[in-house]
Nanobody
Framework: QVQLVESGGGLVQPGGSLRLSCAASGFTFSNYHMKWYRQVPGKEREFVAH?????????AYADSVKGRFTISRDNAKNTVYLQMISLKPEDTAVYYC?????????WGQGTQVTVSS
């Protein structure tokens, strides 16, 4: 079954850290670029980070998270990660991983991240 499953979300205080994981199955993970997006209720889903296929030698980030978030991948585990540090209340959102497979976007179910004291 082709799917993406996110995990690792939760409640964290401002300034804290979290690492999100996205486990892929049903396709050759290493052949695909991977992205993280996030969405707040009532707003459009927004791009967070990108990592290229293969060794993931190229990454890109939204300006709002640059320097605080790091995307990485482990092709042996079919997993993409999002390490988040110095979290802010405005980072509160549902986080989704994503890829484009055969021209069709593939999304996970999302994992909630709440940054609050």
């Amino acid at each position: 079954q082709v799917q993406l499953v996110e995990s690792g979300g939760g409640l964290v205080q401002p300034g804290g850290s979290l690492r999100l994981s996205c486990a892929a199955s049903g396709f050759t993970f290493s052949n695909y670029h991977m992205k993280w997006y996030r969405q707040v209720p009532g707003k459009e889903r927004e791009f967070v980070a990108h990592i290229n296929f293969g060794s993931g030698g190229y990454t890109a980030y939204a300006d709002s998270v640059k320097g605080r978030f790091t995307i990485s991948r482990d092709n042996a585990k079919n997993t993409v990660y999002l390490q988040m540090i110095s979290l802010k209340p405005e980072d509160t959102a549902v986080y989704y991983c994503n890829t484009l497979r055969l021209g069709v976007p593939l999304w996970g179910q999302g994992t909630q991240v709440t940054v609050s004291s």
